[in-house]
């Protein structure tokens, strides 16, 4: 069968209890049927798969809080994973992942575990990787830094008994609306990573243009001259000025030394000046020179690192394409060696290669995509954070290089002054000369120490413009998207209504609204559904119609790859609020019979003590009966 992506499969539940195994099923795709008595446990390990998954649980039930890890192993996209949690009674608990199956985990050391937190921080999250995985983009809502984590996106997947029937979402503390008509929108196929990626760069780029206009803003009051605008035209044109007032003066007293000269006045200015601004010369020459040494030492780094960024970029490309290929070539079957064209006889081997006859494992292989996929992935965003890092530096240094750069133009141009600048009787008059050369120099390096501030106004300016044009960009993009968004949730919905319009009239003649069932309609936002414009049935109508919605969901995305929905439902409640068995039954077929039709992989896991009769067969049930003598989990007693 087709997998249409994102899909997530359970294959294993493994739960242990002071330190022995208390339950241990496998899972297959398709619908899948928890059976057993009344009280006997089947909910226990409803909420045991929800918790593994991801989800948030701490009101554990008095058995299940008996129990020490939950242990998952799951299928994400197609590739291997187990999941493992500790069972407790607070909220928010961490989650180890390993890339492989529970039987791998048995020879895997600590290291090869990865723990990720519940909440996103310095860390990466559990919902992040399962996200990554899943292909699922981490929306960010409400105009803040809140994403959508995969408890929230569980609360659409897991119909549990303790849940009100007329509400769609599984309640939790501090629920809001905006974040129930995200997570709704997400899973009809919205939020495109096209969309995603626009939506947090305009939020990026919005902030570094209010930096960078804040930044412009400071400079000119702290260096504003006289109400001239600081920019690169302005500081050439006012250094011209002021250098040419310099060369005149200094003609002037190269004239006046002449005439002393012919006078054979022969005192000359002290040797200090000269002296005091050699040494500043080569102070200067210094500083440039260990400058420019940082900016290039970073230039090379941040050369290094961005080649880095790209080998990093194309390993992941090539892995996730790595898995397509694996997908296609693992049903390649041969009838004559390729090499030879000689026929090869029995090639189908259970568990071998078609040409080469080797046992092999294809999990194995994307077991070991998936990790390296995550490594990449990290080490491509500290990277990224270490480039950021040097650009700032660079951009520091290079200020800091400008300034010494005019300021030892200006002592080179005074030393050269000072060799040559005699002192005679006619001191008063060469006096005044020096002075006035003296405050040209002075005004001049004080331009100079302007000299990096011009340039970051120079950068600033260009980098406000580019912002501006990008953002502008931005939203273009995002309002295209929300456009398509919109047509995509549109058409998502009308799939949904249209199967849950079948569900209804193919239940038994109990609610005659269902009979006569036209429209659906339901609201993500405001958490309720309705069959003709009403929300008011009996209990057991209200849960027929919320698990209705529920596989209809399921079932819509199973059919259309532009959905998001992970192909994947838990549901608890088929005979909840006195539905009674034959309806509970001819509501099981008809999720068997959707289950069989429809075009992707998916899995659908229903507990119940009334199980049709002809789905009680071992491809379709999960272990055995359970009884009130024999429970779901084995626990002993701590004496035994």
């Known amino acids: 069968m087709t997998m249409f992506k994102p899909n997530l499969r359970v294959e294993r539940l493994q739960v242990t209890a002071g330190g022995r195994v208390a339950y241990d099923e496998r899972f297959h795709a398709g ?68 890339f492989g199956s529970i039987e791998e985990t048995l020879d895997a050391s600590r290291e090869q575990w990865q723990i990720y ?22 929306v960010q809502y409400a105009e803040t830094e809140t994403k959508i984590t995969i408890n929230q996106i569980l609360r659409l997947l897991y119909a549990d008994q303790l849940s009100p029937v007329e509400r769609l979402f599984r309640p939790q503390r501090f629920d809001d609306a905006i974040t129930r008509q995200t997570v709704g929108e997400l899973l009809c196929g919205a939020f495109s990573s096209k969309f995603y990626n626009a939506q947090i760069r305009l939020g990026q780029a919005s902030k570094e243009f209010d930096v960078a206009d804040a930044q412009m803003k400071a400079l000119i009051r702290a260096h504003g001259v006289d109400g001239n605008p600081l920019t690169v035209e302005w500081f050439t044109a006012e250094t011209a000025n002021y250098n040419r007032q310099l060369e005149l003066t200094n003609d002037e ?158 002592a080179s141009r005074h030393y050269q002054v000072a060799v040559r600048s005699p002192t005679t009787e006619l001191r008063l008059k060469l006096r005044e000369l020096n002075r006035a050369a003296g405050y040209l120099m002075r005004r001049i390096e004080d331009l100079a120490s302007k000299a990096g501030v011009i340039e970051q106004m120079a950068a600033l300016s260009k980098t406000t413009e580019s912002l501006r044009t990008e953002i502008h960009g931005l939203k273009s993009i995002i309002e295209a998207e929300k456009r398509r ?46 069959v003709n414009g009403d929300s008011f049935f009996s209990a057991s109508s209200m849960v027929y119609l919320k698990n209705s919605f529920l596989a209809a969901f399921c079932f819509a995305a199973a059919q259309d790859t532009s959905f998001n929905h992970p192909r994947f439902l838990l549901m608890d409640t088929v005979e909840d609020k006195g539905m009674e068995p034959l309806r509970s039954q001819n509501f099981q077929k008809l999720l068997f019979q959707y289950s069989k039709d429809v075009a992707s992989e998916h899995q659908i896991i229903i507990a119940t003590s009334m199980i049709a009769p002809e789905l009680n ?24």
């Not at 026929?343 to 568990?351: A, S, T």
């Not at 049930?621 to 779901?632: A, C, K, L, P, Q």
Request: with cysteine; net charge negative; hydrophobic share 35%.
């Open 617 to 640: 067969t071992p491809d379709i049930t999960v272990g055995e009966f359970y009884s009130h003598d024999r429970r779901t989990l084995t626990i002993q007693d701590a004496s035994t």
């Open 31 to 98: 619908l899948n049927i928890i059976r057993g008595e009344n009280s006997s446990g089947k909910s226990t390990i409803m909420d045991f798969i929800f918790y593994g998954l991801g989800g948030d649980l701490s009101d554990w039930r008095e058995t299940a809080i008996r129990c020490d890890l939950v242990t998952l192993q799951v299928t994400l996209n197609g590739r291997t994973a187990t999941f493992s949690r500790e069972i407790s009674d607070q909220g928010g608990r961490p989650m180890r992942i390993f």
């Open 117 to 138: 937190p519940y909440s996103r921080g310095a860390k990466d999250s559990f919902s992040q990787v399962i996200f990554r995985f899943l292909g699922l983009p981490e």
């Open 253 to 410: 007293i190269t004239a006046l030394e002449e005439k002393i000269f012919h006078a054979q006045f022969d005192d000359r200015l002290s040797l200090n000046d000269q002296e005091e601004t050699y040494s500043r010369i080569v102070l200067l020459q210094a500083t440039l020179a260990r400058l420019q040494e940082e900016i290039d030492t970073l230039e090379l780094e941040r050369a290094d690192s961005l080649q880095f960024i790209e080998a990093v970029d194309e390993k992941l490309t090539q892995l996730k394409q790595s898995d397509a290929v694996i997908d296609e070539l693992k049903v390649l079957e041969y009838d004559f060696c390729p090499a030879c064209l000689a026929p090869i006889e029995n090639h189908r081997i259970e568990g071998a290669c078609g040409l080469c006859k080797m046992a092999h494992d294809p999990r194995e292989t994307k077991a070991r995509s998936l990790k390296l996929i995550n490594e990449f992935a990290r080490q491509r965003q500290e990277s990224q954070e270490i480039q950021e890092g040097r650009a700032t530096e660079i951009e520091r240094l290079r200020e800091q290089l400008a300034t010494t750069r005019a300021l030892w133009e200006q």
């Open 485 to 530: 968004n919109a047509s995509q949730v549109a058409r998502a919905k009308t799939a949904i209504a249209d199967i849950v319009v079948e569900f209804l009239k193919r239940d038994l003649a109990r609610q005659s609204t269902f009979q006569n069932a036209e429209t659906v309609t339901f609201e993500f936002d405001a958490d309720r559904i309705a």
